[in-house]
């Protein structure tokens, strides 16, 4: 569970977030909507744990990060967050493979039988040897789905996962975390009104404040 009081973020002298609190249950199925430069992607660093909140509390699962070093952030990242960006960032000296298994360099469990239901499920793993330069578009975020969801976390955070796709492909991974997303919570940045309706829940962001 996602809790936010009175957030507010801001870079040198433009204030970037602005008084947010919102609240999301575990499970839920919500989108982030709102025009470029509106704070969306600041807002899911926060969440992420990978950008320090500067005013306002943020519990996750109950417990109030605010205070957690930066070692502790990462462990809850490895354990309970699964991150996907329209940029895919995968790494392009690594195999498929190699990056899908990338989160296991900080966890000890390595389920392989969930990699290999992953990679099936994702149509994929004719993928596992070449090189992320070598595949397409609509095949690097499915990489990306599979990497998110290989400590089995109990949120996807993903920050406009289909803005570099065209729409065929980009409704194909939409599916496919949609089918992933079981148990979990799944917070998708979007400006595409088609794509934040067919989620439980619209959170509209404008210059900074949920509208
Ligand atoms: N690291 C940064 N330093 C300075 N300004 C930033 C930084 N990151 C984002 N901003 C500014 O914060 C605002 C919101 O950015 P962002 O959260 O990326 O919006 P969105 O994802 O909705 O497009 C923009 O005006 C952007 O220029
Ligand atoms: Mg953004």
Redesign the pocket.
Same mark, same amino acid.
């Given at each position: 569970m996602i809790e936010i009081k009175s957030l507010s973020q801001t870079? %040198?002298t433009?204030t970037?977030l602005k008084d947010i609190s919102f609240t999301i249950n575990h499970g839920e199925y919500v989108a982030l909507l709102?025009?470029?430069?509106?704070?969306?992607?600041?807002?899911? %660093?926060i969440l992420g744990l990978l950008q320090n909140i500067q005013y306002g509390d943020y519990w996750l699962d109950g417990q109030h990060t605010n205070k957690l070093n930066n070692n502790q952030k990462a462990n809850i990242r490895n354990k309970k967050i699964g991150f996907i960006f329209q940029q895919y960032h995968l790494l392009s000296e690594l195999s498929v493979y190699e990056n899908i298994k990338l989160p296991w360099q900080y966890t000890s469990e390595h389920d392989h039988t969930h990699l290999d239901e992953l990679v099936t499920s994702l149509g994929i793993v004719h993928l596992l040897k070449k090189k992320p330069t070598q595949l397409s578009g609509g095949e690097q975020q499915r990489v990306a789905i599979a990497r998110s969801l290989i400590n089995n976390p109990t949120m996807i955070l993903a920050?406009?996962p289909t803005g570099a796709l065209d729409e065929k492909n980009g409704i194909n991974v939409m599916s496919l975390l949609k089918k992933h997303r079981a148990n979990k919570t799944l917070l998708v940045?979007t400006h595409n009104q088609s794509i934040a309706e067919k989620c439980d829940r619209i959170i509209m962001?404008r210059d900074?404040s949920i509208v």
């Open positions: 870079f %040198n433009s970037v709102g025009p470029s430069g509106a704070g969306k992607s600041t807002l899911m %660093n920050d406009e940045v962001l900074g």
